[in-house]
């Protein structure tokens, strides 16, 4: 569209187009223009439509944080996630923009990369930003970022976990029945030499800690364990197949942190001539959309990520609409899903 002289002159200054210049183009008075941005339903059609055609020609963007400071709401929430490449909880996060779209709210997004460092890092700025609520994967321990979070007064939804003590909200499950569930059903099909191969991060650990206690409970040997640290990749599930197989030749069920490792070890499998699931059971965790189209179809961990991202969202929601929200405690659990490798 061709700039206008209005339009030209409104850029001089500070160079940002401003609701004064908006108003001055469509020939109302500033308040005028602000009810048509903000409560259009109290202004006449034709004086909407002169406002909208200037902000058109302007390109003017609301300032929301000058209006969040008059109202106290921003209509932002903010999710701190570890991953989006590859990721199970992908659901997750488009369940909660869907549903935040949906009811007016944008989603600001920021990746942790598994780090707690950048995690605190996130939150500060987060925070000094005074998004209407926070959405985080995960629980976080004392420290000072929950001591900020819960002197904030920010609405906090934590997900992808359990805890009797959240700092205000949560949604998730629990990683320890999993590790437990996840031996016994191993067992149950015979199995007598399980092993892990895992990540590194703290929630892995308690899936980790819950099944090899689980295994030795039923008399069995301790599992064996093959840690990748921060890397999550199919080549890092190959390598550890043959780690593992270095350690424990013997070894006849894997329980795998993620369905992206249990890619790489049923690849590394197949290259060494190891039959699954008839020589090796395999198992992962977070059940994917390539996990069912794998052949042989992986077995593993489902989570119900669009559940988790739907319900913390219409948590956060109702806390910024000053609505109270209870029970501030859901556990939506999880199932093991039987497919070919298992």
């Known amino acids: 569209m061709k700039e206008t002289d209005n339009t030209r002159r409104a850029r001089r200054g500070s160079g940002a187009i401003t609701l004064r210049d908006v108003a001055k183009l469509a020939g109302v008075a ?52 570890p991953s989006t490449v590859m990721s199970v909880f992908m659901p997750t996060i488009e369940a ?16 942790s990369g598994y780090s707690a460092a950048r995690e605190e890092s996130l939150l500060e700025a987060i925070i000094g930003r005074r998004p209407d609520g926070i959405f985080l994967t995960g629980i976080l321990h004392p420290g000072l970022g929950r001591t900020r979070l819960m002197a904030s007064g920010i609405p906090v939804v934590e997900t992808w976990d359990l805890t009797p003590t959240p700092i205000d909200m949560l949604v998730g499950f629990s990683h320890a029945d999993i590790g437990r569930e996840v031996a016994r059903f191993l067992i149950a ?16 650990d308690r899936r980790a800690s819950a099944f090899n206690e689980a295994v030795v409970r039923a008399g069995l040997a301790p599992v064996t364990v093959v840690n990748v640290g921060a890397s999550r990749s199919l080549q890092s599930g190959r390598n550890a197949l043959g780690q593992l197989l270095a350690q424990a030749p013997d070894v006849d069920a894997v329980f795998c942190s993620s369905d ?20 090796l059971a395999v198992l992962g965790f977070g059940d994917v959309p390539f996990a069912a189209d794998m052949a042989p179809a992986l077995s593993t961990v489902h989570i119900n990520g669009v559940d988790i ?18 029970p501030r405690v859901a556990d939506v659990g999880f199932s093991i899903v039987e497919r070919e490798t298992s």
Request: proline fraction near 3%; aromatic fraction near 2%; charge should be positive.
């Open 189 to 204: 099909k015979g199995r007598r030499k399980l092993a892990l191969i895992r990540a590194e991060d703290e929630r892995a």
């Open 260 to 279: 992206l490792l249990a890619l790489g070890v049923l690849t590394e499998a197949r290259v060494r001539g190891i039959a699954v699931p008839g020589q």
């Open 96 to 111: 909660l923009n869907d549903t935040l779209f949906d009811a007016g709210y944008q989603l600001m997004l920021g990746q």
């Open 309 to 326: 991202g739907r319900l913390a969202a219409r948590h956060l929601i109702d806390r910024a609409e000053g609505r109270e929200v209870a």
């Open 30 to 81: 500033p308040i005028t223009a602000s009810r048509v941005l903000n409560t259009p339903e109290q202004v006449s059609a034709d004086v909407r439509q002169k406002v909208l055609d200037a902000v058109q020609k302007t390109g003017y963007v609301p300032n929301r944080m000058a209006g969040g400071l008059a109202s106290s709401r921003s209509r932002l929430i903010a999710a701190v996630v």
